[in-house]
């Protein structure tokens, strides 16, 4: 009897196939990258010298269109990466704190940042509260 194997399975030795169900350097004709130029210090590095994301941008995408990867990609390495953003100084009282006292809709912006404190002490104020205006309707007439 022959011993047969299920459905998509393969004798390594007929076609070629390994024990993965893919072929053995499926995708050779796509060059291998050993290092990258960064486009801030103008020096090529090896592939550690960059993040992920930043190898990701620069290896070639068979499944993009072909202007996305006809495009000139900026890759920046590690150290010209700048770091996070940890404060923001607040516009109104222009005190330098830490995230945690901005509004997430404020941290959007960073130059108009304005302060959890201040955004209060501004809605408190009330605008309807101020001296009556000289016009009232008996001017009018």
Same mark, same amino acid.
């Given at each position: 009897?022959?011993?047969?194997?299920? #459905?998509?399975?393969?004798?390594? !030795?007929?076609?070629?196939y +390994?024990?993965?169900?893919?072929?053995? %350097?499926?995708?050779?004709? @796509?060059?291998?990258?050993k290092?990258?130029?960064c486009?801030?210090?103008d020096?090529?590095?090896?592939?550690?010298?960059?993040s992920?994301?930043?190898?990701?941008? #620069?290896?070639?995408n068979?499944? !993009?269109?072909?202007?996305f +990867?006809?495009?000139?990609?900026t890759? %920046?390495?590690?150290?010209c @990466?700048?770091a996070?953003?940890?404060?923001?100084?607040?516009?109104?009282?222009?005190?330098?704190?830490p995230?945690?006292?901005?509004?997430?809709?404020?941290?959007?912006?960073?130059?108009?940042?304005?302060c959890?404190?201040?955004?209060?002490?501004?809605?408190?104020?009330?605008?309807?509260?101020?001296?009556?205006?000289?016009?009232?309707?008996?001017?009018?007439?």
């Amino acid at each position: 009897m022959s011993r047969q194997d299920p #459905a998509g399975r393969y004798n390594n !030795a007929a076609t070629g196939y +390994n024990n993965t169900g893919s072929t053995n %350097s499926a995708n050779s004709q @796509t060059e291998q990258l050993k290092s990258l130029r960064c486009v801030f210090c103008d020096m090529d590095k090896p592939l550690d010298a960059f993040s992920a994301t930043q190898i990701q941008k #620069a290896t070639y995408n068979p499944y !993009a269109p072909p202007s996305f +990867n006809a495009k000139k990609k900026t890759i %920046s390495c590690k150290k010209c @990466t700048p770091a996070q953003t940890t404060q923001l100084t607040c516009m109104i009282c222009s005190k330098t704190l830490p995230l945690d006292k901005f509004a997430k809709s404020q941290r959007r912006n960073a130059e108009k940042a304005r302060c959890i404190k201040c955004i209060k002490k501004r809605e408190e104020e009330d605008v309807w509260a101020s001296d009556p205006d000289t016009d009232s309707e008996d001017d009018y007439y």
